[in-house]
Nanobody
């Protein structure tokens, strides 16, 4: 059974930094893309960043330049370093991975085609 376990969230002041981690288990993740989504109160879930099976990163426009995604293939763990945080970054952040190998994360990802972590709260105070 696939498990994605997030850690590293919390409360930070605007301009600060946080590093999220996601530890994966249950299959050979080296063949799978992994990444992050977030959902703010009253808003739809949105894609944040992804890293392919070849460790190539890609970002949503709002994350590019402030967030860095990385991958430790040996330990099936991904990280999201978030710098220059803004109050609008406040959300629950979810780790996700497509159920199919060699497949990029979709902006329209669902429970049908992706596995998800339980989510972790990130709060940025002004």
């Amino acid at each position: 059974q696939v498990q994605l376990v997030e850690s590293g969230g919390g409360l930070v002041q605007a301009g600060g930094s946080l590093r999220l981690s996601c530890a994966a288990s249950g299959r050979t993740f080296s063949m799978f893309a992994m990444g992050w989504f977030r959902q703010a109160p009253g808003k739809e879930r949105e894609f944040v960043a992804g890293v392919s099976w070849l460790t190539v990163p890609y970002y949503a426009d709002f994350a590019r330049g402030r967030f860095t995604i990385s991958r430790d293939t040996d330990n099936d763990t991904i990280y999201l370093q978030m710098n220059s945080l803004k109050p609008e970054d406040t959300a629950i952040y979810y780790c996700a991975a497509p159920k199919d190998p060699y497949t990029f994360l979709k902006a329209s990802a669902s429970n049908f085609d992706h596995d998800w972590g339980q989510g972790i709260q990130v709060t940025v105070s002004s």
